[in-house]
């Protein structure tokens, strides 16, 4: 039986591309491992899945001044020691990272064991951590067209993300009566996320009494952000996390607003559904979000609006410019190279074992 370690960890962006994998790997025949930090958010999601976890010690690399860049390198050090030896005894046959800083000394202690590393980037411009794992990485795995050209081209994979199969596999109905919706009514899906989305969530509500004119509105609007004086506005139904009905909730969406981060967007490709994206400004971000926005509207995607250029009436011009052009949408996201994520990384992942195993 062929073993492989999964890495990732830090925010759940670097973790469910790799959740997304396991039914895949495990129909494969893979064994499983999982490597992150000690108590990371990754090894909270992994418990789910009966996965063995090993934590290791990580530290952040940081570009500004902090009195942790004195320590933290101390933390790497010990994390690449702890992960050479739990690799040295597990023997991998290649080892698949999502990103993050726990990657690093996960990525750059199986190099030194000669163990292949595929990895993948989320976004347009690769992340410091990847940054120093792409010259030991077999492959590096891509969202963007436009991320090839920062890669070594025989290492640059376009491939897409991982997303999970049960994300297609919603009942419409479920999400009309969940959330008490009529079916001769289009729906819009919101997705603010539940960090730095006040402003979407403000923008959509503003908006709403012209809004529901046309449509339903289901709003994902993130943690203790329910507005309560909304509670029972016909048509507008909220939440603050969805879990296990979120293929349902999808299923039901004719078009959705959604921030641009790598993982929603290409969940968004992936079920072709029209968007329109509200990128983090670059003030709150590293500015990938703007970049990965740029792409998907240049692609055909998707409609961009500039969080800080949104007036109510914008906002509702583009929503039913979006609803009445959504076949537009849906044939440029039919006709991408993005969208079979999981069989193109399988593909991968198993060249390069059959490789360490010959």
């Not at 999964?6 to 959740?19: C, R, S």
């Not at 998707?302 to 914008?314: A, F, M, P």
Request: glycine share 6%; hydrophobic share 40%.
């Amino acid at each position: 039986m062929k073993k492989i370690v999964l890495t990732g960890g830090g925010t759940a962006g670097h973790v469910t591309p790799n959740i997304a994998l396991l039914p895949a790997l495990q129909a494969a025949g893979y064994e499983i491992s999982y490597v992150g930090s000690y108590e990371g958010i990754e090894k909270k999601l992994i418990a789910d899945f009966n996965i063995p976890y090993t934590g290791i010690s990580t530290g952040k690399f940081r570009r500004y001044l902090d009195p942790k860049n004195f320590s933290d390198p101390f933390r790497v050090m010990k994390g690449f020691v702890e992960a050479r030896n739990y690799l040295k005894n597990y023997q991998p046959d290649v080892v698949f990272s999502k990103g993050g800083f726990v990657s690093v000394p996960v990525v750059r202690a199986a190099a030194s064991l000669h163990i292949p590393c595929i990895i993948h980037e989320s976004d347009m411009t690769p992340g410091l951590a990847n940054k120093l794992c792409i010259p030991v990485a077999e492959k590096v795995c891509c969202n963007f067209p436009e991320t090839m050209k920062n890669i070594p081209a025989d290492k640059a994979v376009l491939t897409g993300s991982p997303i999970r199969a049960e994300l297609a596999e919603g009942s419409k109905l479920a999400g009309l009566n969940m959330c008490g919706f009529t079916a001769n009514k289009p729906v819009i899906m919101v997705i603010g996320g539940s960090l730095g989305a006040a402003n979407v969530n403000k923008a959509v509500r503003d908006a709403l009494p012209k809004l529901l004119e046309d449509f339903q509105v289901v709003h994902l609007c993130g943690k203790d952000k329910i507005d309560n004086l909304l509670l029972n506005t016909p048509g507008y139904k909220q939440f603050e996390y969805i879990k296990a009905e979120l293929k349902d909730i999808f299923a039901m969406a004719d078009v959705v607003i959604s921030r641009a981060g790598a993982n929603a967007i290409c969940e968004l490709l992936a079920l072709k559904k029209p968007n329109i994206l509200i990128p983090l400004p670059a003030a709150s971000s590293r500015g990938d979000q703007l970049l990965n926005a740029a792409s998907f509207e240049a692609q055909g995607y998707s409609i961009v609006l500039n969080e800080d250029d949104i007036t109510t009436n914008l906002l509702v011009d583009k929503v039913h410019e979006l609803y009445f052009n959504r076949q537009n949408y849906v044939d440029a996201m039919s006709k991408s190279h993005q969208m079979d994520a999981v069989k193109t990384i399988m593909e991968l992942i198993n060249e390069a074992a059959d490789k360490k195993t010959n």
